[in-house]
T-cell receptor, first 112, second 114 residues
């Protein structure tokens, strides 16, 4: 596609539910990043893939957060047993290399 | 640890006036520095980046930024603001082994009055 696509655009979950957020990067982009943006804050790094390899997951806030990119293209961010503090916009970005990141519009997660 | 400070949460300027958004960073080595813009419901768009070389960097939409190592600053400027520039602006420093793990500031919301 023309850009980074994220789905769903909005997700409402009850506390304790599991959620899965999808990212379709730009075709051919080897690098993929997930960021979390809380209301009124800048994005915060969660994790980074190069092709299918997860090279950095230091930003994942707890073991309830899990990301995968099994075929080096589409990525899924999974949050288990969601908590209210997980409410945020989750941004995905992809890149050909180490320079310019192309961001998707994000998934806004609200945990009630 | 790397950090980015954007001292101004909100800025309001008149259309046609000049603009300067402030950014200070903390980073041990020569930083990779970026400015991104985010409009409501849109993804972040890269305005410009500094890696090395000329400390005055030109970007898209008429924006420029100047890297000042002595002040640990990377301020964004535009000589004449348009109403369509109203958005939120984020400064970021590239961290991590590959320099591609962005550490963002909290953002500055720009309002443009006609």
């Amino acid at each position: 596609g023309a850009g980074v696509s994220q789905s769903p655009r909005y997700k409402v979950a009850k506390r304790g539910q599991d959620v899965a957020l999808r990212c379709d990067p730009i075709s051919g982009h080897v690098s993929l990043f997930w960021y979390q943006q809380a209301l009124g804050q800048g994005p915060e790094f969660l994790t980074y893939f190069q092709n299918e390899a997860q090279l950095d997951k230091s930003g994942l806030p707890s073991d309830r957060f899990f990301a995968e990119r099994p075929e080096g293209s589409v990525s899924t961010l999974k949050i288990q047993r969601t908590q209210q503090e997980d409410s945020a916009v989750y941004l995905c970005a992809s890149s050909l290399g180490n320079e310019k990141l192309f961001f998707g519009s994000g998934t806004q997660l609200s945990v009630l | 640890a790397q950090s980015v400070t954007q001292p101004d949460i909100h800025i309001t300027v008149s259309e046609g006036a000049s603009l300067e958004l402030r950014c200070n960073y903390s980073y041990g080595a020569t930083p990779y520095l970026f400015w991104y813009v985010q409009s409501p419901g849109q993804g972040l768009q890269l305005l410009l980046k500094y890696f090395s070389g000329d400390t005055l960097v030109q970007g898209i939409k008429g924006f420029e930024a100047e890297f000042k190592r002595s002040q640990s600053s990377f301020n964004l400027r535009k000589p004449s603001v348009h109403w369509s520039d109203a958005a939120e602006y984020f400064c970021a420093v590239g961290a991590g082994e590959y320099g591609n793990k962005l550490v963002f500031g909290a953002g500055t919301i720009l309002r443009v009055k006609s």
